[in-house]
């Protein structure tokens, strides 16, 4: 244990100081991106072979030439249904099969016709519906077109690497003597000392395959901005990094990680998107490989001066903005999504990755966590005190110390001793309990699951091939090869009743540590040479790891429940399509406000890249927060769509109640409104396993054309409907709301939903804000749905009333939906579920249902109706339900808006409301 002792104290010193950026690499001591990187444009060597063409209904395919080496690769180009390209380069004649990815895509590809409408030994054009790929030949290009534009190139800057499979050189012989030394020719380029071997820290990478990078740099002729490649806490829009480090996609620990940089953290997600004002378009990098990304973008690197010189020379456009991937093996894989809006791009790469599946009710609620909560008693507490303060919350959760000993699917019998009557003791009172269980397996042979995992060779293996041991919180662990579908599957298992008995069928499940985390490897993460499942190396696949692991879970959870209720799952390494499995945070924050302004960029750049269900630790992992942070993080986490508020272990104790009464109630008035708006949370949550739309939406995403909006990251939208923006500096009393631009030139009404006094202007505007206010705003044209009985937890809400809030737009008219089902189980994927469209014309409210379905037999009714934005009061409503008799409502005004109060039509009926003058 002296050795496990050395390492957790560094481990916790780190934790103490921040970051230490000196124990993650730079590209400069990275080989692989020291090569690519080092590649000048405008040269590329390699061409296609014309006479090597072969057209199939759905693709083609090319040879392709290294003029530099004569090295052959085989180039497929396939149109893939929903306005997408899909590029394919490997070797024609590998040494060894090298890397494909394929966990990141939802399941199999469906194609779309092509045609080839010319062709010769200079390029060759394919068409698919309104899009074209022009191949230029020598050197290689692609050119993407959307209906005549060009909206993305690929190889123009000529950046383009491909390290093709070889044997390791012999070492070059001593030449006999001096002279003939001097003579020898040397090398045009000399090698790289990193390419067959290499160092970082004391960690040896032995390399055995030597050099496999490859690069490829895509133009957005279109662009002005380019956005996505998450995880980093940086700005929403990508920085130039043209002379510093590029943006690095490595799923890494990374402890207190550094603002406005782009060191890689705990995800990877390589998707990007440009964006101007004419078109959008994107591209998936599918590739699980360490990945860095240089950004090009000369309207991002000028200044004002630079701005000046062009105009007076006459350079109206500047150069088109470049990102330029580098990966350390695999395949060149990638994606090209056509666009042409930003919704549409961001729909095209949910259809292939996949979306979240709708989440339980109670996920979308409040989550009260910290590392840890003592004992059985301590949760009794917790939970009893949210009641006598009111504050509304629907789970708790247990970190590593609940177990025995760090030894998953166990419990503490001393701390927790009777684990299933506590959690029925929360479920009685509608609440739900989620445990952790991380990555790394105690290495104990009284431990049965070591035990299993060991007899049965379930371990991720060295590079001698013996189980790897590595160091985290059990001190020598071992790492399921969760690339194995036995072992995921073994895995999967230990979830069942049968077999993890002190559980419930119902209990949420976070997986941390998963990138994995490894105290004494490298970047503190696993080895590169160490081998999984097919013999792959873990550099091929360590952006996966975590993604294969929360695969596991999933199967685990669900089978579980017998297929019954959908899963709750939180991750924090994630990977292109993890969506499809789990909710993510943003790791390791800090009580500070810098921390609380990035949990906003962070999770618009997760969102775009298809994880919706994201959010940050509220408050801040690290460190103790000041009052006002702590009601301004609540104000902002209650409109994010993962809500929990996480403390390291040596933080102080910062349930609600133990700050002042004025704080507490400030922090009860944020959580109370989240409750009062969870219909049209989980309304989102629906249309966005349905369409596959971000919840959370940067502002370009619905007004594209507004160049003024672009950049900004520190408001939102929520679907088209609500603009948030989060108070995020201390002290403040007044903050500049933007109000985005239309198409043309108009802008929309903005309600403010706690007066719904309207904003007709455009622009930045100064908002006063006292310490409740956080600036939100329904857009007018816009009907939204709440509840407004706010109860203990989200799941004692189901069967209550509901109000619609409409808000008008010039034109007097508003549309909005509403979904409901049981909030729990799959029964909604057999049409166990109401769909409901709102209109508001012509001064009539009425429904109707979307798909024709009125299966589930909701209980619930309509309680009140807020109109804002009316010109002048009705006398009266008349209510008519399925066609039937006609009966008035009273209808009247409260400060900005009318009121109808109890409507009383249920959910399931056809209804209208006509508003009498």
């Known amino acids: 244990m002296r050795l496990f002792s050395v390492i957790l104290i560094g481990v916790l010193l780190t934790l103490a100081w921040g970051v230490d950026k000196n124990n993650f690499k730079r590209c400069d001591q990275s080989s692989f991106c020291r090569r690519c990187r080092k590649i000048q444009p405008?040269?590329?060597?390699?061409?296609?072979?014309?006479?090597?063409?072969?057209?199939?209904?759905?693709?083609?395919?090319?040879?392709?030439?290294?003029?530099?080496?004569?090295?052959?690769?085989l180039l497929k180009l396939e149109a893939v249904k929903g306005d997408k390209f899909h590029v394919e380069v490997n070797e024609k004649q590998p040494l060894?099969?090298?890397?494909?990815?394929?966990?990141?895509?939802?399941?199999?590809?469906?194609?779309?016709?092509?045609?080839?409408?010319?062709?010769?030994?200079?390029?060759?054009?394919?068409?698919?519906?309104?899009?074209?790929?022009?191949?230029?030949?020598?050197?290689?290009?692609?050119?993407?077109?959307?209906?005549?534009?060009?909206?993305?190139?690929?190889?123009?800057?000529?950046?383009?690497?491909?390290?093709?499979?070889?044997?390791?050189p012999e070492p070059a012989e001593e030449p006999e003597n001096q002279e003939n030394a001097e003579n020898e020719e040397k090398p045009k380029d000399e090698a790289d000392p990193g390419e067959w071997e290499?160092?970082?820290?004391?960690?040896?990478?032995?390399?055995?395959?030597?050099?496999?990078?490859?690069?490829?740099?895509?133009?957005?002729?279109?662009?002005?901005?380019?956005?996505?490649?998450?995880?980093?806490?940086?700005?929403?829009?990508?920085?130039?990094?043209v002379g510093d480090e590029p943006y690095r996609l490595y799923n890494l620990d990374v402890f207190e990680y550094e603002l406005n940089s782009g060191m890689a953290l705990y995800g990877s997600v390589p998707v990007i998107y440009g964006h101007g004002q004419e078109r959008s378009a994107g591209v998936y990098w599918q590739n699980a490989a360490e990945t860095w990304v240089d950004i090009h973008n000369t309207n991002s690197e000028k200044n004002v001066m630079s701005t000046i010189v062009d105009f007076v020379a006459g350079n109206s456009k500047s150069e088109a903005p470049v990102a330029h991937f580098m990966s350390e093996s695999g395949i060149l894989d990638a994606f090209i999504l056509m666009g042409p809006t930003p919704t549409e791009a961001f729909k095209q790469y949910t259809d292939l990755t996949g979306t979240a599946p709708l989440p339980q009710m109670f996920a979308i609620g409040y989550h009260q966590c910290r590392w840890n909560y003592n004992d059985e008693q301590d949760i009794?507490?917790?939970?009893?005190?949210?009641?006598?303060?009111?504050?509304?919350?629907?789970?708790?959760?247990?970190?590593?110390?609940?177990?025995?000993?760090?030894?998953?699917?166990?419990?503490?019998?001393?701390?927790?001793?009777?684990?299933?009557?506590?959690?029925?003791?929360?479920?009685?009172?509608?609440?739900?309990?989620?445990?952790?269980?991380?990555?790394?397996?105690?290495?104990?042979?009284?431990?049965?699951?070591?035990?299993e995992c060991t007899d049965k060779g379930l371990y991720v293996k060295n590079k001698e091939g013996q189980d790897y041991d590595g160091w985290c919180w059990p001190g020598s662990s071992?790492?399921?090869?969760?690339?194995?579908?036995?072992?995921?599957?073994?895995?999967?298992?230990?979830?069942?009743?049968?077999?993890?008995?002190?559980?419930?069928?119902?209990?949420?499940?976070?997986n941390d540590m998963n990138e994995p985390s490894v105290f004494n490897g490298p970047e503190i993460t696993m080895l590169k040479d160490n081998r999984h499942f097919g013999g792959w190396e873990h550099r091929d696949v360590h952006n996966l790891y975590g993604q294969m692991m929360i695969k596991g879970s999933f199967d685990g959870l669900t089978r579980r429940a017998h297929g019954k209720l959908r899963p709750f799952i939180l991750t924090r390494a994630h990977f292109s399509g993890t969506q499809r499995y789990a909710a993510v945070w943003t790791g390791d924050n800090m009580a500070e406000w810098g921390h609380l302004e990035h949990?906003?960029?962070?999770?618009?750049?997760?969102s775009v890249a298809g994880i919706s269900f994201c959010g940050a630790d509220v408050g801040g992992f690290f460190g103790n927060p000041e009052a006002e942070l702590f009601e301004r993080w609540y104000q902002a986490g209650s409109f994010q769509p993962f809500f929990r508020s996480h403390a390291h272990i040596d933080t102080k104790r910062r349930e609600p109640w133990l700050y002042p009464e004025n704080t507490r109630l400030i922090i009860r008035d944020a959580i109370r409104k989240r409750y009062s708006y969870l219909p049209f949370w989980y309304t989102m949550f629906y249309e966005h396993e349905r369409n596959g739309l971000p919840i959370m939406r940067p502002v370009l995403a619905h007004y594209p054309t507004d160049k003024d909006s672009f950049a900004i990251d520190y408001e939102y939208?929520?679907?088209?409907?609500?603009?948030?923006?989060?108070?995020?500096?201390?002290?403040?009393t007044k903050v500049d709301v933007y109000f985005p631009v239309k198409k043309d030139k108009e802008g929309d009404i903005w309600y403010d939903i706690d007066d719904y006094s309207p904003y007709k202007s455009t622009g930045s505007v100064s908002v006063s804000v006292n310490s409740y206010k956080t600036p939100v705003y329904q857009r007018g044209g816009t009907i939204i749905p709440k509840k407004e009985r706010v109860r203990r937890a989200a799941t004692l809400m189901h069967n209550d009333p509901f109000t619609l809030v409409v808000c008008l737009d010039k034109n007097q008219a508003a549309k909005g939906t509403l979904y409901i089902d049981d909030e729990k189980s799959y029964d909604y994927r057999h049409g166990d579920y109401l769909y409901t469209q709102f209109d508001f014309k012509d001064n009539v409210l009425s429904n109707k249902f979307i798909d024709n379905n009125k299966?589930?037999?909701?209980?619930?009714?309509?309680?009140?109706?807020?109109?804002?934005?009316?010109?002048?009061?009705?006398?009266?409503?008349?209510?008519?339900?399925?066609?039937?008799?006609?009966?008035?409502?009273?209808?009247?005004?409260?400060?900005?808006?009318?009121?109808?109060?109890?409507?009383?039509?249920?959910?399931?009926?056809?209804w209208s409301i006509t508003l009498n003058y």
Request: some cysteine; charged content about 25%.
């Open 380 to 451: 009794a507490m917790v939970h009893a005190k949210f009641d006598e303060y009111d504050i509304p919350f629907d789970t708790i959760w247990l970190d590593i110390e609940y177990t025995d000993g760090k030894r998953y699917f166990t419990w503490d019998q001393h701390k927790f001793p009777h684990p299933v009557e506590m959690v029925k003791n929360l479920t009685a009172k509608g609440r739900h309990l989620t445990i952790i269980i991380d990555p790394h397996i105690k290495r104990d042979s009284g431990y049965f699951f070591h035990n």
């Open 599 to 606: 949990s906003i960029k962070m999770c618009l750049s997760l």
């Open 42 to 73: 405008g040269n590329s060597p390699y061409s296609l072979v014309f006479s090597s063409l072969k057209t199939y209904k759905t693709y083609v395919t090319l040879d392709m030439k290294n003029n530099n080496n004569g090295h052959e690769f």
């Open 855 to 910: 299966k589930y037999k909701t209980k619930t009714w309509l309680e009140r109706v807020v109109l804002a934005g009316l010109t002048k009061t009705p006398k009266s409503a008349t209510l008519r339900v399925n066609d039937g008799s006609a009966e008035t409502l009273e209808i009247y005004r409260l400060g900005n808006t009318h009121i109808i109060r109890k409507p009383g039509v249920n959910m399931v009926d056809s």
């Open 198 to 241: 290499e160092n970082f820290k004391g960690h040896h990478d032995s390399k055995p395959l030597g050099p496999e990078a490859v690069a490829m740099d895509f133009t957005f002729p279109e662009a002005s901005v380019l956005f996505g490649i998450p995880e980093h806490a940086d700005s929403f829009s990508l920085k130039p990094t």
């Open 717 to 732: 939208l929520l679907s088209d409907k609500l603009l948030v923006r989060p108070v995020m500096t201390k002290g403040a």
């Open 478 to 510: 071992s790492y399921l090869d969760v690339f194995n579908p036995e072992v995921r599957r073994i895995y999967a298992d230990q979830y069942l009743l049968e077999n993890f008995k002190e559980q419930t069928e119902d209990m949420g499940l976070w």
């Open 96 to 168: 060894h099969p090298r890397y494909r990815v394929e966990d990141g895509l939802k399941g199999p590809l469906e194609f779309e016709s092509i045609s080839v409408v010319e062709k010769n030994d200079q390029h060759i054009l394919i068409k698919y519906g309104a899009h074209k790929a022009d191949l230029i030949m020598n050197p290689f290009r692609i050119d993407f077109y959307n209906t005549d534009k060009l909206v993305v190139s690929m190889n123009a800057k000529g950046l383009m690497n491909f390290e093709h499979l070889r044997k390791k």
